[in-house]
């Protein structure tokens, strides 16, 4: 059973940057691919973007592109969102999740294990 805990969320001005963290532990972290996703008040819950598990593979949403990166440490168990350039449309809970697939899926329902949520709220 793999368990997921996001860190690094939290209020920043718009044009400003955060970093997410998810450290995993319970399986083998570098055959999982992973995945970002947000959910902003009153929305479902979108994707952000997936790395597969070496590393080597990454998708972005429209919205990410350009501002965000995400990147993993297999050695360290924990895969990361650097999000830069932050609109006050990016505010939401930020969730990582794993699948035991080597496609990055983009749809939450392709995804096996999910953490509690980081929240991120950016201001004007």
């Known amino acids: 059973q793999v368990q997921l805990l996001e860190s690094g969320g939290g209020f920043v001005q718009a044009g400003g940057s955060l970093r997410l963290s998810c450290a995993a532990s319970?399986?083998?972290?570098?055959?999982?691919?992973m995945g970002w996703f947000r959910q902003a008040p009153g929305k479902e819950r979108v994707f952000v973007a997936g790395i597969s598990g070496p590393g080597d593979n990454t998708n972005y949403a429209e919205s990410a592109q350009a501002r965000f990166i995400i990147s993993r440490d297999n050695a360290k168990n924990t895969v990361y969102l650097q999000m830069d350039s932050l609109k006050p449309e990016d505010t939401a809970v930020y969730y990582c999740?794993?699948?035991?697939?080597?496609?990055?899926?983009?749809?939450?329902?392709?995804?096996?294990?999910w953490g509690q949520g980081t929240q991120v709220t950016v201001s004007l």
């Open positions: 319970g399986g083998t972290f570098s055959s999982y691919t």
């Open positions: 999740a794993g699948r035991k697939r080597s496609r990055i899926g983009i749809f939450g329902s392709e995804y096996n294990y």
